[in-house]
């Protein structure tokens, strides 16, 4: 209502203001415009307080209803936050249960698995699971399979394992194919007699079968005592088997012993001349050793009586009695020089000893020449086999050992031998020189005694 008044104002001097001259119909037509202008905005200044306070209304309302909704939200949201804790908790506490679970699972099937590639790598070596292959090839279908082992899985592996335990306790014979002795496939009359032995007879021949991992088993002649007492219980005429407890490793390390002639074909070529010088070194060795222990040595006693004792034709006739003495030959040679000077006999006597020792030291230098010559031919068969192994691995690698072995086998072998010779014609050497000083140092100390008797008288 003040709005209108106050409009109706300023239109009223502002229309003195423009229009001071106008009619008074032209201002009663514009006071009722003016007055029907302020009655429309009364009525909508009226509508809008009304519309504001029932908006206002409205919006405390929904207010209040948002305020609850928040707080019931939070209550919820608080019941929701201790059951996802109480979740979390059980959450861990699960995954730590399935953790353990799990470890468990993995051990039990770690262990079952490490159970089954023992009991193939046994079934490989097994006399039984030889006649019997579709157990190992049960085997290694269940090493196949992955995840974790079933109830199906563990009675089949039992059933397998509970089967060769019956069967190792039985004695049977069957047709089998073997590889015997040349290499070659036939069938035979298999024995088995538990899980220790399989072998066979042919003719004459027996021989043990050792079982392999894929195919027939190997033939492995017997020999000596053992082949007498396998043919004895082969026949029934025995009750004593001879038995491999080692899975086969013993006829394998029987049938790997090295022959003399095997031997000397794995040391080469090198091989025959390191022999040689063992062969003359040790014949020169023992002829001079027969030598120079018939060489005699003149005792303290005989000694005395030679010089202290004789007169010179006695002393004569007493060294003519005395057989392979090198000192006795020195005092002859001495009594042959009676009469000349001292410097004259010193050197007739050290001629004689120089003369006598020459003969005693006789082929000891081919010894020794020998003894160190054995040794270089071995390290130069070494040097050899080596290069020969270089020249296998360049050619074929070294995915097969095998191919390695004959050099190898000539790098070892030459040095063995030239070691075993050496060693023994040392110490021949040693002790035959030895003996030469002895008889040298006799042969002096008589010398100087003779010189002495001589000169004295």
């Given at each position: 209502?003040?709005?209108?008044f106050?409009?109706?104002?300023?239109?009223?001097?502002?229309?003195?203001?423009?229009?001071?001259c106008?009619?008074a119909?032209?201002?009663?037509?514009?006071?009722?415009?003016?007055?029907?202008?302020?009655?429309?905005?009364?009525e909508?200044?009226?509508?809008?307080?009304?519309?504001?306070?029932?908006?206002?209304?409205?919006?405390?309302?929904?207010?209040?209803?948002?305020?609850?909704?928040?707080?019931?939200?939070?209550?919820?949201?608080?019941?929701?936050?201790?059951?996802?804790n109480?979740?979390?908790?059980?959450?861990?506490?699960?995954?730590?249960?399935?953790?353990?679970?799990?470890?468990?699972?993995?051990?039990?099937?770690?262990?079952f698995?490490n159970a089954?590639?023992?009991?193939?790598?046994?079934?490989?070596?097994?006399?039984?699971?030889?006649?019997?292959?579709?157990?190992?090839?049960?085997?290694?279908r269940?090493?196949?399979?992955?995840?974790?082992p079933?109830?199906?899985?563990?009675?089949?592996y039992?059933?397998?394992v509970?089967?060769?335990?019956?069967?190792?306790?039985?004695?049977?014979?069957?047709?089998?194919?073997v590889i015997d002795?040349?290499?070659?496939?036939?069938?035979?009359?298999?024995?088995r007699?538990?899980?220790?032995?399989?072998g066979?007879?042919?003719?004459?021949?027996?021989f043990?079968?050792?079982?392999?991992?894929?195919?027939?088993?190997?033939?492995?002649a017997?020999?000596?005592?053992?082949?007498?007492?396998?043919?004895?219980?082969?026949?029934?005429?025995?009750d004593?088997?001879?038995?491999?407890?080692?899975?086969?490793?013993?006829?394998?390390?029987?049938?790997?012993?090295?022959?003399?002639?095997?031997?000397?074909?794995?040391?080469g070529?090198?091989?025959?001349?390191?022999?040689a010088?063992?062969?003359?070194g040790a014949?020169?060795?023992?002829?001079?050793?027969?030598?120079?222990?018939?060489q005699?040595?003149?005792?303290?006693r005989?000694?005395?009586?030679?010089?202290?004792?004789?007169a010179?034709?006695r002393?004569?006739n007493?060294?003519?009695?005395?057989k392979?003495?090198?000192?006795?030959?020195?005092?002859?040679?001495?009594?042959?020089s009676?009469?000349?000077?001292?410097?004259s006999?010193?050197?007739?006597?050290?001629?004689?000893?120089?003369?006598?020792?020459?003969?005693?030291?006789r082929?000891?230098?081919?010894?020794?020449?020998?003894?160190?010559?054995?040794?270089?031919l071995?390290?130069?068969?070494?040097?050899t086999?080596?290069i020969?192994?270089?020249r296998?691995?360049?050619?074929?690698?070294?995915?097969?050992?095998?191919m390695m072995?004959?050099?190898?086998?000539?790098?070892?072998?030459?040095?063995q031998?030239?070691?075993?010779?050496?060693?023994?014609l040392?110490?021949?050497?040693?002790?035959l020189?030895?003996?030469?000083?002895?008889?040298?140092?006799?042969?002096?100390?008589?010398?100087?005694?003779?010189?002495?008797?001589?000169?004295?008288?």
């Amino acid at each position: 209502m003040k709005k209108g008044f106050i409009l109706l104002f300023i239109i009223y001097f502002s229309g003195i203001m423009v229009l001071p001259c106008q009619a008074a119909d032209a201002w009663d037509e514009t006071a009722r415009k003016v007055l029907s202008l302020s009655g429309e905005m009364n009525e909508r200044s009226f509508s809008s307080q009304r519309y504001i306070y029932q908006d206002k209304a409205g919006l405390e309302k929904r207010v209040a209803a948002l305020k609850k909704r928040i707080s019931e939200n939070t209550r919820a949201l608080d019941q929701a936050s201790k059951t996802l804790n109480q979740i979390s908790a059980q959450r861990a506490a699960l995954a730590d249960q399935y953790q353990r679970e799990t470890a468990d699972m993995k051990t039990v099937k770690g262990s079952f698995r490490n159970a089954l590639g023992h009991t193939l790598s046994r079934f490989e070596a097994s006399p039984v699971a030889s006649v019997s292959p579709e157990k190992r090839q049960a085997l290694k279908r269940l090493l196949a399979q992955e995840g974790f082992p079933g109830m199906a899985q563990l009675q089949a592996y039992t059933a397998i394992v509970f089967s060769d335990i019956r069967a190792t306790g039985k004695i049977e014979a069957r047709f089998a194919e073997v590889i015997d002795t040349s290499g070659k496939v036939r069938t035979v009359n298999l024995f088995r007699a538990g899980g220790f032995f399989m072998g066979y007879r042919d003719d004459e021949n027996v021989f043990f079968v050792l079982p392999q991992a894929a195919g027939p088993g190997v033939s492995v002649a017997a020999e000596g005592a053992v082949k007498r007492n396998l043919a004895a219980w082969l026949d029934g005429k025995s009750d004593v088997l001879p038995l491999d407890i080692t899975g086969g490793t013993a006829i394998r390390a029987a049938e790997q012993h090295q022959s003399m002639e095997t031997w000397v074909e794995a040391g080469g070529v090198l091989l025959y001349p390191i022999l040689a010088a063992g062969l003359i070194g040790a014949v020169v060795a023992v002829l001079k050793a027969l030598h120079l222990m018939m060489q005699n040595r003149l005792g303290q006693r005989k000694k005395q009586q030679i010089f202290v004792d004789g007169a010179l034709e006695r002393i004569r006739n007493d060294l003519m009695k005395i057989k392979r003495c090198p000192a006795a030959r020195v005092i002859e040679s001495g009594l042959d020089s009676v009469g000349r000077t001292i410097d004259s006999l010193d050197n007739i006597i050290e001629e004689r000893i120089m003369v006598e020792q020459g003969k005693q030291e006789r082929f000891l230098s081919v010894i020794g020449v020998l003894a160190s010559i054995a040794p270089l031919l071995g390290l130069l068969g070494t040097v050899t086999g080596m290069i020969n192994t270089f020249r296998t691995i360049t050619i074929f690698g070294t995915s097969d050992p095998r191919m390695m072995s004959t050099g190898i086998s000539e790098a070892l072998v030459t040095t063995q031998a030239g070691l075993g010779i050496a060693i023994p014609l040392l110490l021949a050497h040693h002790f035959l020189r030895r003996r030469v000083a002895l008889l040298v140092a006799d042969m002096e100390e008589c010398g100087m005694a003779v010189i002495a008797r001589l000169t004295s008288g």
